[in-house]
């Protein structure tokens, strides 16, 4: 079972302004967006006589992942991060 705490996708963005911009957005709307999508898919699927298969671990394939950083970028003194939390 995947334990449920609480883990968040950031980014931050540095650069020439006084202070950075940090955005968080909680990992569980990413997933629950991931899960309306996934629904829709199947759905649609079954509609046409279809059978499609998705592991059901797979939505929640990011909740696993120690804290990391996923993009890291630095043009012209402007750096953005992008990480799991």
């Known amino acids: 079972m995947i334990p449920l705490r609480p883990r968040f996708l950031y980014l931050r963005v540095r650069g020439p302004f006084p202070l950075p911009l940090f955005l968080a957005?909680?990992?569980?709307?990413l997933e629950w967006g991931l899960l309306l999508v996934l629904f829709l898919h199947k759905t649609r699927a079954?509609?046409?006589?279809?059978?499609l298969r998705t592991p059901p671990g797979a939505?929640?394939?990011?909740?696993?992942?120690?804290p990391l950083v996923l993009l890291e970028l630095e043009v012209e003194r402007i750096g953005v991060k992008v990480g799991v939390w």
């Open 25 to 29: 957005l909680p990992l569980l709307a």
């Open 59 to 66: 939505v929640f394939a990011l909740r696993r992942l120690p």
């Open 46 to 51: 079954l509609l046409r006589g279809k059978a």
